[in-house]
């Protein structure tokens, strides 16, 4: 046996139970971090197109733990992206919300007389059909059915729309950044609506 004192090594050395400790101080975090009132890491709320070509958290450079993800057909505002946005701003201090929409989305992939007869064909009368089936009350009433399916003719239209509904809405705080962005599905990059910059570069100046 060696004697190998350093009177050093007693005020550096921790023991290896602070390491567990720390361990499982993060995985109790982790596990009841809605409990403990612990927000996503970015404090944010991403809304995107279901869309399987969009890689919403490398486009994003987002790790798990960074954000919540809404993702419906065409990345829109509908009552229940407010209901969720609502929850997550007022309750879990998500202060961020990111909408990402994209080109070549489904919502323009057919025209509006197609889709309504395809969904009127399924669904019949639609005063009938519930919209939230724990929710009858919850009808189509008089609104067009087009509105609530939500096709789109421009895309860099339809994100700036997105946007603004958020921002519009009583639901969520005034002082959330909300900001949007249009993935390039051709080229695997963001861009601001209405910043298209293919044609200007592609093209002779005048
Ligand atoms: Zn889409």
Not at 178 to 187: F, K, L, N
């Amino acid at each position: 046996m060696r004697w190998n004192f350093n009177p050093q090594m007693s005020e550096h050395e921790t023991h290896y139970h602070e390491q567990v400790d720390t361990g499982v101080a993060d995985r109790d975090d982790w596990a009841r971090r809605r409990r403990k009132g612990i927000p996503t890491a970015e404090n944010l709320l991403v809304v995107a197109c279901m869309d399987e070509r969009i890689p919403v958290e490398e486009v994003l450079g987002l790790e798990l733990g960074d954000a919540q993800i809404f993702r419906n057909a065409g990345g829109k505002v509908t009552d229940d992206v407010i209901r969720s946005a609502a929850l997550t701003t007022n309750f879990f201090e998500t202060d961020e919300i990111i909408v990402i929409n994209h080109t070549d989305c489904g919502m323009m992939s057919a025209t509006d007389e197609a889709v309504r007869e395809g969904l009127e064909a399924q669904a019949g009368d639609l005063n009938e059909a519930d919209l939230d089936p724990s929710l009858p009350e919850l009808s189509i009433g008089d609104a067009d059915l087009m509105d609530w399916v939500k096709m789109t003719d421009d895309i860099d239209e339809a994100c700036a729309a997105q946007i603004e509904y958020l921002r519009q809405s009583a639901f969520i705080p005034d002082d959330v950044t909300i900001t949007g962005y249009v993935y390039e599905v051709e080229s695997g990059s963001l861009r601001q609506p209405n910043e298209r910059i293919a044609a200007e570069i592609s093209e002779r100046r005048a």
